[in-house]
């Protein structure tokens, strides 16, 4: 059930049950052939698709996050890591007043994921949640793995697959050469550490059009076959959280002494 296209009388005689989808991605750059978009419309792809076949809520996506790192290409939209993280918890305190209290954060930008661990502690510490983050491309690895020779972490084959099959007018398959050769396909010359420090910030010191991986790898086909493949375990994941007892899904009790310890 997508949430914002039914009326308040359609969502109270639902039976959704108490989880909820929150797809969560950004607005920033994805190099010269993917859209501003590509993180928020897989996000929102996954979380709708794994509703209508669990019967969950899929709640309106999350477009703007944790980006900054990508602010010297055009057009990326940021907001900081405190705004961000209180927006959400707001929010998901929102559905839980609403009779939700498992929620699954499906993200799509990796600036996110810490920000959104740190949201599930806080929910889950007073009681009111539990909420956990997934990331897809870190559900299905081995297949990932298997599916791309240089899958990279931004703006690569994987994405650029997912895209062609979800949103395809939207990428520019001319540009595939060029994201790969003005961008960063081998990850390992990155020159990320230096003396076991990391010492880059910013996209830009590593990629110059902010791709990484090599997009001329991508299919609409692999896209088709890794999103159902990350679908499935969404819908795994909402099943079982569904099938949890609430209070074991929170914190446990103080541990005592062991047995036998002297006072």
Known sequence: MYLADHTWPDIATADAGPVAFVPLGSTEQHGPHLPLSTDHVIAQGLARAAAERTGFVCTPPVNIGVSDHHRQFHGTMWVSPASFRDYVEDFTRNLTYHGIDRVVFVNAHGGNKQHLREVGR?????????????????????????????????????????????????????????????????????????????????????????????????????????????????????????????????????????TGTKQ
């Open 122 to 258: 806080r929910l889950r510490a007073d009681g009111t949640a539990f909420a956990t983050p997934w990331m897809w491309d870190e559900s299905i690895p081995e297949l990932v793995d298997e599916v791309f020779e240089t899958n990279g972490p931004h703006a690569g084959p994987k994405e650029t697959s997912m895209l062609l099959h979800l949103d395809p007018e939207t990428v520019k398959a001319e540009e595939f050469e060029n994201a790969r050769d003005g961008g960063l396909t081998d990850l390992g010359s990155a020159g990320h550490t230096r003396h076991g420090a990391r010492v880059h910030y910013d996209t830009v010191e590593n990629s110059g059009n902010g791709a990484f991986g090599d997009p001329t790898d991508a299919s609409a086909e692999k896209g088709e076959r890794i999103f159902e493949a990350a679908c499935d375990e969404l819908v795994q994941l909402g099943e079982w959280l569904a099938d949890q007892r609430f209070e074991h899904l929170m914190p446990r009790e103080h541990v005592g002494a062991p």
